[in-house]
């Protein structure tokens, strides 16, 4: 859902990240625009979730330079800072739930944090956005022991969508769920995403994830962006590993079931 | 940008408008809530109402709930509301939110504050139960996996024994002596203290002598051993429980008891008798060297004394428990790593809860050996 003009709402620029003397990103260029859902791939242990980290600010970088939402954050102070957080959500691989409180208190963890609400207000929008991530009211008592693998990450997406945020990273929104939960995920992130209009930058391996909400695809590999582009252009590249990936098996496989819906 | 505002119009006749305008967002939903309160607040002639949200610019979660609240409140009230003018790309935002029931579900009564504790006691003595249970059912694989080593000796994991004792013993033997000897030097000092009164200070070296030796460093030693390896035997057994390795030996056609078990337990069934050894040697140095440093009493008039105070059978008491202190320590440290289940707060809780209950079983096991020690006169 590209605009005429996207506005662009992470910057990127040749970034370098070394990790334990070893150098995993070697000048990043990346752009995220304003309304789409940007699809992250690369080889396993290629760097991806390290460029996440770096964009949110849980590890430290070399060189290079990141912009959210017009904010440098290097020269950005501790009040534009939480301003910048305030706006972006994170859903963790494994939810990150905090185990101590219940999954109304989660939800309600940042709500509570950074708005200063009425108690029934702050309930009735924990409720809000748990059936909006398709969750029953009845989890709001629950402790995320209670639940299964895929209604944590709903709890979890819930609690990064509580603030409304204008970017939403998602660190392999699927892995570890069955294939129809792992659909029906996708779909909701693209209604989410399509209600609210935010950019969504999605850190994956499913590939049926990437045909089916992705608008556009970057590719990480030798520590730079690769290619970037739509699905098209990615099953158009001749760069060997994207071949590999999309042309590979189950690539083809993902490829036909889209054909066919 | 505006913060929302919600304006209550001109009423005519039993119908009244509301106008609201800016942004409706997270940011204003604090102020925006009293509004929409106010305004839902209405007298109970009006028959319907016109919320105008035609200058809203901005719209969110909370916005849209905020709306959707002020409709559902007055068509609760018996107004016909009807929104007027909502922009199109707002509409899918407000269809997703609109969806929702929004209705937390009742909490569930809480029972008789009486009944709740006489459960939870209930379930705890199930719960002693049930552990005695499976330190008797460790107890009987641990001899059926000795009787299976007993016979084809070659299968037993020497290496791993070995690991472990240098683990459990080898390593173990700074931190013991450190204790021991502070424990021991702690004992002189407050009997010289309190025997001074009476003049009968020599006598610190037998009470030091006699409590060392019998009592205090099989206790502090088995104390320690808890704390420090069968903490350390319950989180390595439970993070291999955590990670499927147990259930991989075992479809492997490898008995976890023999293979994973055996040589710890009997690594501390080697370690403990002489770690206990050394730290009541250590714990009679310390005794030693306070009573000369703060009692006055030289070293060959300690040595004397005590060989007078203590006989071999003094010594043998001490020494006897050892082993079978190490055995319940072992024991309850196995039985708790194979309960972990999934997750890293069991497996901090089962680590918990083998340090407590073998420190426990040890001091109980302790006066158990007191009285029959006292019975057959030793």
């Known amino acids: ?261 | 940008m505006t913060a929302g505002t919600l304006n209550i119009g001109h009423s005519r006749g039993d119908g009244l408008e509301l106008a609201a305008a800016g942004s409706w967002t997270a940011e204003h939903a604090g102020t925006l809530e009293p509004q929409v309160d106010a305004a839902t607040r209405t007298n109970s002639r009006l028959r319907s109402i016109a919320l105008d949200v035609t200058r809203i610019d901005q719209l969110d979660t909370f916005g849209a709930w905020l709306l959707e609240r002020a409709v559902r409140t007055l068509t609760g009230q018996g107004c016909e509301t009807r929104l007027i003018g909502l922009r199109d790309d707002f509409r899918g935002l407000f269809e997703k939110v609109r969806a929702g029931t929004h209705i937390l579900p009742r909490e569930p009564p809480k029972p008789n504050s009486l009944i709740v504790t006489l459960e939870r006691i209930g379930r705890t003595m199930v719960g002693v139960g049930d552990d005695l249970v499976m330190l008797a059912q460790m107890v009987g694989a641990l001899m059926v996996a000795i009787k299976r080593v007993a016979l084809r000796p070659w299968t037993f994991r020497l290496t791993s024994m070995i690991n472990h004792l240098e683990r459990v013993g080898w390593q173990a033997v700074p931190i013991i002596l450190l204790i021991t000897v502070l424990i021991g030097a702690i004992l002189a000092q407050q009997g010289i203290f309190h025997f001074r009164k009476f003049g009968a200070d020599i006598y610190v070296i037998d009470m030091v002598g006699v409590l060392v030796l019998r009592e205090v460093g099989v206790l502090i030693v088995c104390i320690m051993v808890a704390g420090r390896s069968g903490s350390s035997y319950t989180a390595e057994l439970g993070a291999m429980k955590m990670r499927e390795e147990v259930d991989a030996l075992r479809t492997m056609g490898f008995d976890p008891i023999e293979v994973l078990i055996l040589p710890r337990i009997v690594a501390l069934v080697i370690a403990v008798p002489i770690l206990t050894f050394l730290g009541s040697m250590a714990a009679l140095y310390g005794g030693g060297v306070v009573s000369w440093a703060y009692g006055g009493i030289e070293p060959p008039v300690f040595i004397s004394r005590l060989r007078e105070a203590i006989s071999i059978e003094t010594f043998e008491v001490g020494i006897l428990k050892a082993p079978f202190m190490a055995l319940v320590i072992g024991i309850v440290a196995c039985v708790e790593g194979l309960q972990v289940q999934g997750s890293a707060e069991s497996l901090g809780e089962q680590t918990t809860n083998s340090v407590v209950k073998s420190i426990f079983i040890v001091i109980v096991l302790d006066g158990f050996f007191a009285m029959f020690f006292a019975s057959i006169g030793m």
Not at chain 1, 245 to 256: N, P, T
Request: aromatic letters at 6%; charged letters at 25%; proline letters at 3%.
């Open chain 1, 1 to 261: 859902m590209a605009n005429a003009q996207p506005e662009i709402v992470i910057r990127v620029r040749d970034l370098v990240v070394d990790l334990k003397g070893h150098r995993v990103l070697n000048g990043v260029n990346l752009d995220v625009y304003h309304g789409e859902i940007l699809g992250f791939v690369g080889a396993s242990g290629a760097g991806k979730s390290v460029l996440l980290r770096t964009i949110i600010g849980l590890l430290p970088k070399q060189q290079g330079r990141i912009e959210v939402l017009n904010v440098d954050l290097d020269q950005a102070d501790e009040d534009q800072r939480q301003a910048i957080e305030r706006r972006w959500g994170i859903l963790f691989q494994q939810g990150a739930l905090f185990s101590s409180l219940t999954v109304g208190q989660n939800v309600e963890f940042p709500i509570n944090e950074y708005l200063d609400l009425s108690d029934r207000l702050m309930t009735e929008m924990a409720i809000t956005k748990l059936e909006m991530v398709g969750l029953k009211p009845d989890v709001y008592r629950k402790y995320p022991s209670e639940l299964s693998g895929g209604m944590i990450k709903r709890v979890a997406l819930a609690r990064a969508l509580a603030l409304d945020p204008e970017i939403l990273f998602l660190d392999e929104p699927t892995s570890g769920l069955d294939p129809i939960s792992a659909g029906d995920f996708d779909q909701l992130i693209l209604t989410l995403q399509r209600t609210s209009n935010m950019a969504v930058f999605m850190v994956t391996h499913d590939l049926d994830s990437l045909h089916t909400i992705c608008d556009r695809i970057a590719v990480l590999s030798d520590g730079k962006i690769g290619e970037a582009g739509t699905m098209a252009t990615m099953l158009a590249s001749q760069h060997p590993w994207l071949r590999a990936y999309f042309h590979g098996a189950r690539g083809r496989a993902g490829r036909q079931a889209v054909v066919e819906t």
